[in-house]
């Protein structure tokens, strides 16, 4: 039976990373994992529930924006929950102001968001923490002249309606919500709470974390878990004595960030791996766990078959959800004018999940009726072609010829922007990793 095209269009919308703990959702989700040179998040587990899961660990994930992260490290919150774990994930960009991040404005975040996870726990020792979250609403609210602060008064922060109890969800959710919306606000919390930032990991663990592992292993709980997402969409913009933002934050003040005592798992900026700091990175944090293409060509230029298989069934999975796989492949002409403009979708979107999507949801639009066409959808692929070559200057055209011929990436700031613009894939199978421009460019008569 033809699904609704309306249904259809809301099940590709390209931005919705799939929730696996909700049945719906999981439906929809594909194992690329095979294609992708291992079962990475398995690893990610596997370090936390296995090896150490009494000792803080902290892991460092990475890949395209857009390639599937999110989705995947809500699969992990899933199998770590189910492995008794109390995990808490979110997305960063909800409470940092990514092009103006500092190590205070991370940490405050995750103990605001841990704090409010374990709302019914009661950690009656928070002195440290009380006297630090005082003194930044003095400060705070002092710094606004005339102007009704929402930022809670002294005597109301930190204090819960039951006596003396600390809340953290209260007091720091408040002060983190003000400041992402205030620049200013923002530079006067980081430098009040910037000279005393070990004093706020050090309050933060032992009258937050620690406790709260302490009674949740009196619940029968393993651990606690924090999964920071959207780290990886950070700005590059210049920090203190210029210093890119990406690197101050992860190499200079990377030792802060792996000192919270429980298990932390960050998304990180892709571009880093190519830049001159990478060394530097290593030596804070375990090599960081990469997230590549689904490969559409293998390294020799032939069709990637596996990878091809998967990306079909990702889209015919968005349609056809409660089928199996040969049934959703025997179901192509309801949806497509043919197999090939399916495998012509696959191909362009060079194994990138969302420009894949994006892609597709547009087409779906355009056209708006069953079957999708292939001339509509060379329209929407020299559309996005089009708005892609826009920005880019001939010295990084020249950069993606070199990585046309070469596949392989240098240690360059060049290379770093091709990256982080999505110009240039990386790909890993069968232990070889290889880099690709993205096929939509590779079209463009300048390459």
Not at 216 to 237: M, P, Y
Not at 314 to 336: G, K, T
Request: net charge negative; proline share 4%; glycine share 6%.
């Amino acid at each position: 039976m033809t699904p609704d095209i309306r249904d259809f269009y809301r099940a590709t919308e390209p931005g919705r990373a799939l929730v696996c703990a909700n049945p719906e959702d999981r439906k929809y989700y594909i194992d690329f994992s095979t294609v992708r040179g291992g079962e990475i998040i398995d690893k990610l587990k596997n370090k936390i529930t296995f090896f150490m899961p009494d000792r803080p660990t902290c892991a460092l994930f990475t890949g395209h924006i857009g390639c599937g992260k999110s989705t995947e490290l809500l699969r992990l919150k899933m199998e770590l929950e189910k492995a008794g774990f109390h995990v808490v994930y979110f997305a960063s960009s909800d409470d940092l102001e990514l092009t103006d991040v500092d190590i205070v404005d991370v940490l405050l975040a995750i103990a605001s968001r841990i704090s409010h996870s374990l709302e019914s726990i009661q950690l009656l020792q928070t002195s440290k923490l009380k006297a630090l979250l005082q003194d930044v609403s003095r400060v705070l609210n002092a710094d606004i002249q005339g102007i009704k602060a929402k930022i809670p008064k002294i005597g109301d922060v930190g204090i819960s309606g039951q006596g003396d109890n600390f809340t953290l969800s209260m007091g720091i959710g408040e002060i983190t919500a003000q400041v992402k919306q205030d620049a200013s606000l923002r530079k006067k919390l980081n430098q009040f709470l910037g000279p005393q930032k070990q004093q706020l990991l050090d309050a933060i663990n032992q009258e937050l974390i620690e406790p709260a592992i302490a009674k949740l292993k009196e619940q029968g709980k393993q651990g606690l878990v924090a999964i920071v997402d959207n780290l990886d969409r950070l700005d590059n913009s210049p920090k203190f004595g210029g210093k890119p933002q990406q690197e101050y934050l992860f190499v200079d003040q990377g030792e802060y960030l792996s000192k919270l005592n429980c298990h932390l798992v960050y998304t990180l900026p892709l571009a880093l791996k190519f830049s001159n700091s990478y060394g530097m990175l290593t030596q804070r944090f375990e090599d960081p766990k990469v997230l590549p293409m689904v490969p559409v060509r293998s390294h020799d230029g032939s069709e990637h078959q596996a990878g091809m298989a998967l990306l079909r069934q990702m889209v015919l999975a968005r349609a056809f959800p409660d089928l199996d796989a040969q049934q959703r492949l025997d179901a192509i002409p309801l949806i497509f004018d043919s197999p090939d403009t399916l495998d012509r979708l696959c191909q362009i979107s060079g194994g990138h999940v969302r420009d894949l999507l994006k892609l597709l949801n547009t087409w779906i639009m355009e056209e708006m009726q069953f079957p999708l066409g292939r001339q509509t959808l060379e329209t929407v692929i020299q559309s996005s072609q089009n708005d892609m070559i826009i920005p880019i200057s001939e010295s990084e055209w020249e950069l993606l010829r070199e990585v046309k011929t070469r596949q392989q990436v240098n240690d360059d700031t060049g290379y770093q922007q091709l990256i982080r613009s999505r110009f240039v894939f990386e790909y890993r199978d069968n232990g070889k990793v290889w880099f690709d421009v993205n096929p939509i460019l590779a079209e463009a008569g300048k390459l």
